[in-house]
């Protein structure tokens, strides 16, 4: 974990590279670091943990979505692109180090459970369900959305083809 990115008080009550000698351990400091990031008027209430499967902490994040006026800043993405950064790597599997766990203090919305995906996390310890949370508050539900698939598919399609020849080509 990167000390430099932290706030102090962030730092106080998750040390880096830290070890924690169990899940739940590492679960509360998550709930703690939330907590504090609520009562500091610094975020929503999701935080998220990165960790070995030793314990060992590789990257912390709380929700900064309103701080930092962008919608993407939830505290899945933040901690998986902070552990990105740390490890210096794009895949968090056991295939390209040191496997990995991504506690996370409630479950992980669409978005962010397509960033683990793409971020290869074989591991999600969540604390609370999102129900939990919409019964805490009133989040965006996708029936307030309208989505038109297939807008000029074939039209665009051509990203794909070229993306593949160029592939193809630097192989």
Not at 83 to 93: E, H, I
Not at 143 to 167: C, H, K, N, S, W
Request: charged share 20%; proline share 5%.
């Amino acid at each position: 974990m990167t000390a430099g990115i932290y706030p102090q008080w962030l730092l106080d009550l998750v040390a880096p590279a830290q070890v924690y000698p169990s899940d739940a351990d590492i679960m509360r400091r998550a709930i703690e670091l939330t907590l504090a990031a609520l009562q500091r008027g610094q975020g929503g209430p999701f935080g998220a943990i990165i960790a070995t499967e030793q314990g060992e902490i590789v990257a912390v994040a709380h929700n900064e979505v309103q701080q930092g006026l962008d919608v993407t800043a939830h505290a899945e993405i933040v901690v998986i692109r902070r552990a990105a950064q740390a490890l210096k790597r794009l895949a968090l599997d056991a295939a390209h180090g040191a496997p990995l766990r991504l506690f996370t203090t409630c479950e992980p919305c669409a978005m962010c459970v397509g960033a683990i995906f793409w971020a290869r996390l074989p591991t999600v310890i969540a604390a609370t369900r999102k129900e939990d949370a919409q019964s805490a508050a009133a989040f965006f539900t996708q029936e307030q959305m309208t989505y038109r698939p297939d807008f000029l598919r074939q039209e665009a399609l051509e990203i794909f083809r070229v993306f593949g020849r160029l592939r193809e080509a630097r192989a």
